[in-house]
């Protein structure tokens, strides 16, 4: 017969098997947590290379390599004869060089196979990347194109990696862009024409992904105008001048502007327009004249050199060029394909900030 005595005590008894049955459940947890973190870091002997060459490129940009080691990411580049013909070198703090050897860890490295860049219909103009995890005696190889189609998601998160560190390594410092913006300064037709008392302003971002930068200077001309004044008539009169430079993550100078009016790099006043010239060789098609015989267009009449010309430009990249003129030259040529001009050459004006594509295709500047 139950007369409830002994119900207290087996009330308890069940709450102290409750809670070593939910203390159990707590240390398996942690130990199935522990199990299934991510890999440890390295010990700090790994040496990541990430090698690209190949491709169509500029003879003095065959090969780049990145060397990452647990203190520093150097990215070297040489020419197609082996001479070094830039190189940065960045200190690595162990949260970063840990991070860079985690994606290999976390991608399984290891698991791929040693190339990724044949039996694929694609353009070979691409290049190639080999990428190198070496630690305790051991490494292995995997080589890519320098691209991320055909390959494995993981493959590609460890590419993406390694092209972040690359753009870490190249990106200047604060003393590094300051040094570079003087001297280029310092160098350019303006300043150097009768610049003086050169001061830093400021150093401002400017875009993102990777960062440039605006770096602001003062100086001042002992005469009156920009750009190199030699054998111009300019007032000798002291002006004060601030010039902006926007450069790059690694050191290139997109723009350059004085006073807000001034392109220095073009050696141009914004807003104003240049006159460009342009001397067809015999037997070359121009590539108005390319264009125009592929347009498929049929006339009653043909049009005029200068009628393609302005189509041209307009229809292919949006840019207005006026007063097209073609000038017969007072000149005698060998008759030879190639080799000497035509008789005769094209000149145009054009606004100066878009002037550039057709300095690409050979216009010339009066």
Known sequence: MDNGKNRPAGRKTMKHRTAGIFAVLLIAAALIAACTQ?????TGNAVITYRLYGGFVMPEYAIQELVVTKDTASFTIKSFDGNITARSVKNLTPEQYNGIVRVFTD?????????????????TDVGFADITFAENGKSKTVTTYNVNDYMPAGLIEIRKKLQETVEFTRTLDENQRKTLAESWIRGAPTYAYDGSGLVFASDVPAGSDPVSHNLTWTFTSSHAGYGNRTGAVTAQVITEHSITLMLTYDGIV???????????????????????????????????QVWEENSGRVYIRAPTDEKIITHYYQAVYGIEVRNVQKIELDIITCQVCSVCPETYRFALTVDAERMYILLDEGWMRE
Do not use: H
């Not at 991510?38 to 390295?42: L, Y």
């Not at 350059?256 to 073009?266: C, L, R, Y």
């Not at 914004?270 to 121009?286: A, D, N, R």
């Open 254 to 288: 997109q723009s350059a502007v004085i006073d807000g009016k001034w392109d220095e790099v073009g050696q141009y006043l914004i807003g104003s327009e240049v006159s460009l010239w342009y001397q067809p060789m015999q037997c070359e098609k121009t590539p108005w």
């Open 38 to 42: 991510a890999p440890a870091p390295a």
């Open 107 to 123: 991608n399984n490295f290891a698991s791929f196979g040693e190339r990724y860049d044949e039996g694929q219909n694609y353009v």
